[in-house]
């Protein structure tokens, strides 16, 4: 048996809670239907999701969590709505 190290355990937790609030995004967003209350709401999750993650994965936490507030429209950034195509005609 092999035990994991809580190096280990931090970051399987980091990725756990960014899981998770991912896949929350669209009831967050319905459960908070004004502006202020969404970012709010957000903001909280942020926080408690960056205080999971281990000084060295820090920076990298922070970007994926830029990029889930980008696509559900909580900072700005550009957004890809389009489809790219896997095949293109010839």
């Given amino acids: 048996m092999t035990l994991a190290a809580p190096h280990d355990d931090r970051h399987a937790a980091l990725e756990l809670a960014i899981s998770e609030l991912e896949a929350g995004m669209a009831d967050l967003q319905i ?4 502006l202020f209350s969404y ?3 957000w903001a909280e999750r942020h926080d408690a999701v960056m ?3 281990p000084p060295h994965l ?3 936490a922070r970007a994926r969590l830029r ?4 696509r559900w429209g909580l900072a700005d950034g550009v957004r890809t709505t389009r489809q790219f195509p896997a095949l293109r005609g010839s």
Avoid: T
């Fill in 31 to 34: 459960k908070h239907r004004d």
């Fill in 39 to 41: 970012a709010n709401a």
């Fill in 51 to 53: 205080r999971l993650a």
């Fill in 58 to 60: 820090e920076d990298s």
């Fill in 67 to 70: 990029r889930i507030a980008i």
